[in-house]
């Protein structure tokens, strides 16, 4: 059951100051004592004579009396209280002023704690609060500032002078108890941050006095019991950006080059209402658009407030410096550090390069100068971006700076040698700390480094920011890094950038530097297999295995057979490439390789085992590289794993199927949103669309292959196998419902298709044909397929596009 209402426990209090039981209290009043109880006990709504008959039996007058009648009347706590029309200083913040009216009217919670970053208009709509609550009859409003005091000792005093105590020999919560008794008063106490110790006294008064509300401003919450805290944010941007336009005096409506500008202005400051205000006033010497071009060095600007204003007020540095004086000197020095991160940082990497600091984080995130953020099912902390630019500055002042980034390049650097799973939120960090390894040790920018960057970039999809630093890097010097610039291009479908890549960083390479040499020569025999020259590939690859078996290095080796596998299965020799995987899955594991070398192999060899039909080693495969691939995370290349066995267990059980394509679908929703790997991405989609068709839902199927199509038919590579095959099987599946549209997509699939058929996919036509040409006859069947070979990339989209807008087809 919840909280007894306000009336309820003002009720209980005057009967028992009256010194009457409620069997007595009931025949005085003329109600039943049974209805007094539920009075009591909060069950039961009271009505307006018998509040009046109460009041008078307990002979309440004035301000008691007051309260009473205001308690009871159900219209005196609106569900939604109407914040007035407010200045600009507390534009954006109606449905916080609006919730804390509730909170404070209703007495569900009478200890709140508005907290927020320095800046974010605390004291604002605390006053705001204030002025409106005094507005009601019902009420008693008292405010007290505390910002000059820093003496926790003299805490109680001023509360109780707030409250309007008179002098008494009494120690203040009871001087507070013995005047206020349970009359409705609300309290709201002005910066309370650097009096945390003073909480639990504070918090004592609510309970003692059941008419009491005591609304609190505070950069940090107060941890005492029953406290509802009300964080306070940066402004909504619409409002952060009228804000700014009001300040500067800006005349509406906003060109949109200006409007861009103070968008992006508010964004840097975090829509601190503080920080636009300090930054408008830079409007009268210069425009917005220039003012935007600067912020990237915000504390230099975020200066020169009123000279009326507090002097924590008159800078954003002022504010921040305020809020770094009340922690520790230890969670000081991890607020410096935090400045050699870029970007968030997860606990792990804090503690691993900067030791133990927990509790120092705790105090930074309480006092708001560090940010919390979800990273999957773990945490980030963040400083906002002001908040960093100190941090930097006093980390350079300390005269640590350079070795608190050299342990955090260190850090990540041997992480990404041990495999240990990034996401897309750790790039700000590996990217500089690979740009500090170029710079200060280009030794630490070894192969282990060089191919778990590539593997990051890819699960990331981040494969053109990776190309670019990897590119930079490996040109000063550094051919292993050169050289894998060339393999996330080749990922983006940049054959000839790949080709001239792998050419350059094996120019550069030294003839014992054999890991780079294999991997250079196996790049260039991927790009030969993708530009539909196997023999070609063929050569590199063998060479590329000579090399790989002199280095003595099996992860070496694996990778090479791998690739080789890929060239094997494009020549049609299927069996040649089976062996293969299996010798490059055993070379990875006499290594010790880590969880996605183990499961790209585990992958190829679930996806050669469904072009060879064998539904079983499909499955077994794939249940052994999702984990892998996952616990790596490479979740797009676990995605294309799990869909390979749906695919495959259409025909022999289709709820494992569907189950496939749920954990699929999870999969690619845990897959970076920015993901630049889009062919690999449209693959899985394509066979996701089959699926979907062939478990009954047409319509999703026929809409995913039309919004995939657009992706893969720009392709010129092996993606145009990956779209014959979807063709050929969402042809198995329609040709005994429509025939003829079955067989065009067949015609299709042929004219897209680069290499031969493979089993499976075969199967799948001659099923298909078998029923068609039943329903249809030779002739007309042959017909459909040549109309279907002569269909174009726009005429095949449309002809799809037709499809779904037909479903159930």
Partial sequence: MGSPSPFAELLRRHRANAGLSQLELAGRSGISDRALRDLE??????RAQSVRLMAAALALAGDDLTAFLAAARPDAVPARFPAPSSGGGLLGR???????????????????TVTGPAGAGKSRIAAELAAVLTGRTDLVVRTLDLSAVTDVALVGDLV???????????????????HLRDRRVVLVVDRFEQLVDAAADLAALPRRCPGLTVVVTSQRPLRVRDERVVPLAGLPSGAAAELFARRARLEAPLDAEVQAAVETICRRVDHLPLAIELAAGWVRLMSPVDLAGRLGHGLRYLTDGDRDLPVRHRSLRAAIEASLGLVTARARAVFRCLGGFDGGVRLIDVEAALGPSLAELTELVDINLVRTEPDGGSSRYALPDTAAELAREQLVASGQADDVRRRIALHYLEELRAESAFGALDAANLRASVRWAAAEDPAQLDA????????????TGRLGEGAELLGQVGAGGVPALLLRSGQLAALRGDLDAAAGTARRALAATTPDDHATRAAGLSLLGQVAVEQGTPREALAHLRSALAVARRSGDDVTLGRVLNNLSSVSSELGRTEDALRQLEAALAAKERAGAGPVELGRTLFNL????????????????????????????????????????????????PATASAALRRTDRLLADTAEENGNDRVEATVRLRASVVRHALGDAAAGWRELAETLRTSMSRTTRDRDAVAEALDLHASHLCARAPEPAAALLGAADRWRRRKITPFVAAARDRAAAAGQAALGRDRWAERLAAGRELGDADLAAFVAGLAGQAPL
Avoid: K, M, N, W
Avoid at 160 to 178: E, K, M, T
Avoid at 448 to 459: D, K, M, N, S, T
Avoid at 630 to 650: D, I, M, Q, R
């Fill in 94 to 112: 109606s449905d916080e002023l609006r919730s804390l009216l509730d909170l404070v009217v209703a007495a569900r919670h009478r200890l709140l």
């Fill in 160 to 178: 109780a002078d707030a409250l309007g105590c008179g002098p008494s020999r009494l120690a203040p919560p009871d001087r507070v108890a013995a």
């Fill in 41 to 46: 006990r909060g069950r039961r709504v009271p």
């Fill in 448 to 459: 282990g480094v060089a191919i778990a960057l590539v593997r990051f970039y890819e699960a």
């Fill in 606 to 653: 679930a996806f050669l085992s469904l072009d060879l039909g064998d539904t079983a080693a499909v499955v077994r495969r794939a249940e052994q590289a999702v984990p892998l691939l996952t616990a790596g995370g490479h979740t797009l290349l676990a995605a294309f794993t799990s869909v390979t066995a749906a695919v495959a267990l259409l025909g022999s059980d």
